[in-house]
Nanobody, 128 residues
Framework: QVQLAESGGGLVQVGGSLRLSCAAS????????IGWFRQAPGKDREGVSC????????YYADSVKGRFAISRDNAKNTVYLQMNSLKPEDTAIYYC?????????????????????WGQGTQVTVSS
């Protein structure tokens, strides 16, 4: 069964850090691009970051560049999102998603309809 499961969310103060995990089962992460998306209260879901299936290209939204870092551990079939210097506007439910692609994605990385599988989400709250 194909599944994605997020973990690592929680409550953190402004300027703090969290590391989110996206664990896959039923398929091999190495053959998929993995994206992170988030949805804040009253707002549309937006792309945050993506790592290519080959692991050779990372993508970031302008709002998180220099603060967030995406990585993968294929041996553990897991993708991580390291979030540093957190701001109140980072408060959202964070989702990971899988796209069956191994090459470069360009602007495709942030298009939600490109992803076949989605996790249930994990809540990140940054206090002000």
């Amino acid at each position: 069964q194909v599944q994605l499961a997020e973990s690592g969310g929680g409550l953190v103060q402004v300027g703090g850090s969290l590391r989110l995990s996206c664990a896959a089962s039923g398929f091999t992460l190495g053959y998929y691009a993995i994206g992170w998306f988030r949805q804040a209260p009253g707002k549309d879901r937006e792309g945050v970051s993506c790592i290519s299936g080959s692991g050779g290209k990372n993508y970031y939204a302008d709002s998180v560049k220099g603060r967030f870092a995406i990585s993968r551990d294929n041996a553990k079939n897991t993708v991580y999102l390291q979030m540093n210097s957190l701001k109140p506007e980072d408060t959202a439910i964070y989702y990971c998603a899988a796209m069956p692609a191994v090459g470069r994605l360009g602007e495709r990385w942030s298009r939600q309809y490109e992803y076949n599988y989605w996790g249930q989400g994990t809540q990140v709250t940054v206090s002000s």
